[in-house]
């Protein structure tokens, strides 16, 4: 009877042990977060996103991010068809961008800046040129003179009268239409102002660098993290007329001239919250190692005090 007694005390004491053990391995085991995300738009983002897109992966296999890069245009397009959540883009949306998303769902896209950038002003690595002010980047790229300009300058001598200068006629290159790079750059460089039409464009920034890396009688403007040896960057003269070269530093506290921020726009209905997959993805860009895969990819991280993930619950 006692070893009876025994045998029926151990069995409640294994099943209770049982009991707890299951429990405590559901309660301690995350959840799986998984999923396919989509995001559209900047190319200037492409290796960015794809960075954050690896990184994701590796702490939740069942996550994968597909990204289209077709341009920052491409972003407001997609969001408003519907084919995707997530639209990176290298400039703010405009108001007209912005009231057809309206339009379309009732409620304003979240606007997210991810990470600093800046636009260069590039010349050839031999180019003896010192510096710009925005009235000659204007003077040289547009037909408007919308910046101030007095005469436009078309020729290498009118930057450099005492430079025994053989290059004669300044090649631009820049950006296409669909770019964000493009669009910034109108409005912040050339006052909104109109192009040269005589201006090569390019689909990258990457081939932008190439081109002025090539020809010593070339100009250019592109994104910040694409600059190589073959290049050199033109300080620009600030409005207290200072040449501000751009660093991490003059582009994190916004002092050089052409800083920007980069742009990741989500579709979130009001009262909603994101998907798993999608808040994580959210919660690693604003992370240490989210910003740090945004200094490895050229970019500049953000200031420490907006590394906070947001609220996406409007």
């Not at 000659?136 to 910046?147: K, M, R, V």
């Not at 669909?178 to 460089?189: E, V």
């Not at 990457?206 to 190589?228: F, L, R």
């Not at 579709?267 to 919250?273: C, F, I, R, S, V």
Request: charged share 20%; with cysteine; net charge negative.
């Amino acid at each position: 009877m006692r070893y009876g007694g025994r045998l029926h005390r151990l069995h409640h004491l294994l099943v209770v042990v049982w009991l707890l053990l299951c429990c405590s391995f559901a309660w301690g085991q995350p959840s799986v977060v998984s999923g396919t995300l989509g995001a559209v738009g900047s190319d200037t983002m492409a290796g960015l996103m794809l960075r954050w897109g690896e990184a994701l992966n590796h702490r939740y296999p069942d996550i994968t991010l597909q990204f289209q890069a077709g341009g920052s245009a491409s972003a407001p397009t997609a969001l408003v068809a519907g084919t995707t959540r997530f639209g990176p883009m290298s400039r703010p949306m405009t108001d007209t961008e912005r009231q057809q998303f309206i339009e379309r769902y009732g409620y304003p896209p979240r606007e997210l800046s991810v990470a600093r950038d800046a636009l260069l002003l590039v010349v050839h690595r031999h180019n003896p040129l010192a510096s710009l002010t925005r009235e000659q980047a204007d003077a040289i790229f547009s037909t408007s003179l919308d910046c101030g300009g007095l005469r436009p300058i078309r020729r290498w001598e009118d930057l450099l009268p005492e430079e025994q200068w053989p290059y004669g006629k300044i090649a631009l290159h820049g950006r296409n239409l669909a770019s964000g790079t493009h669009g910034l750059f109108q409005d912040r460089a050339l006052c909104n102002g109109e192009f040269r039409r005589d201006i090569s464009e390019h689909p990258g920034s990457s081939a932008v660098i190439a081109a002025v890396g090539e020809s010593p009688n070339a100009m250019g403007y592109a994104g910040y993290n694409h600059v190589t040896p073959m290049v050199r960057a033109l300080p620009l003269i600030n409005d207290e007329g200072s040449a501000i070269s751009p660093s991490v530093a003059t582009i994190q506290d916004d002092s050089y001239p052409l800083s920007r921020d980069l742009y990741l726009y989500v579709n979130l209905p009001p009262g909603d919250t994101l998907p798993p997959a999608e808040q994580a993805f959210i919660e690693l860009i604003f992370s240490e190692e989210g910003q740090q895969i945004v200094q490895a990819a050229g970019f500049v991280p953000l200031p420490l005090a907006q590394r906070q993930p947001p609220l996406l619950d409007h």
